[in-house]
């Protein structure tokens, strides 16, 4: 089994983050969670430390995937309750210009210094043991298409829709059901709407939902600017759960 590459890692963007330090990045996450460059950063940088991890406790390759999905998800929640405050000392110069600071050339003796290797390490290992993975005829996650960090901020996306956006979405993307059959599942849940009206609907909850991923998560993954939604293919949407609107 593979590690797989990521182009990700090969944009610009990433790029110009990937001199800064852990410590740098994490406080940067934690300071603006809207962006999602900094974590991508991350991924990049810890990815196949963390896939050499999964691959070993996964019978097959689609589940190794969907488990390095779901770990990444797990990472992006925990990290912004890392306790930063022991090592703010450590790199006051670099919040203030982050691109002028170099991880190598750090006043070690300033405070201890902070790396996110052994914290993945033993996170990864945890939560690998706290999953129950799914057969795999039942997994619909593809790597190459969703990679986590563009999954992980479509799913926060979604969780921003009102519910019936959301369950619209979910229903015409992970499903593939028609406007007919979505109306048909609504007005049985006590819902009076037609399917002309789901369409409208979902044609007002696909620009919402684009414009929630942020901004530079869509720089990075998407070369351009799509006019909906992506296809279930580009954002993995076939695999998140949700709930019933209200």
Known sequence: MQIPTFPECDHDLVKSLMPQSDYALVDSLQRSPMEGKYFTALFCRY????????????????????L?????????????GIDLSAFRSQTSSEAADPQAADPQ????NSAP????????????AAHINQIKMPDVESIHYVLQDAPPPLWCY???ALEGLPPKHRLIVLMAQ?????????????????????????QAERQKAYPVLEQAIPADIRSIYFQHQPAVVPSPEETGLMTIEFDEPD
């Open 174 to 198: 992970t499903f593939e059901w028609s406007d007919t059959r979505i109306a048909a599942y609504l007005q049985a849940e006590g819902e009076q709407i037609s399917a002309s009206q789901v």
């Open 105 to 108: 050339t750090e006043d070690k």
């Open 68 to 80: 390095f999905a779901l770990v990444w998800r797990h990472i992006l929640n925990e990290l912004s």
């Open 47 to 66: 990815g196949s430390v963390v896939y050499s991890l999964i691959r070993h406790s996964a019978k097959s390759p689609v589940q190794a995937d969907y």
């Open 154 to 156: 479509t799913e926060r």
């Open 113 to 124: 210094e902070f790396s996110l290797q052994a914290w993945l390490i033993n996170l990864t």
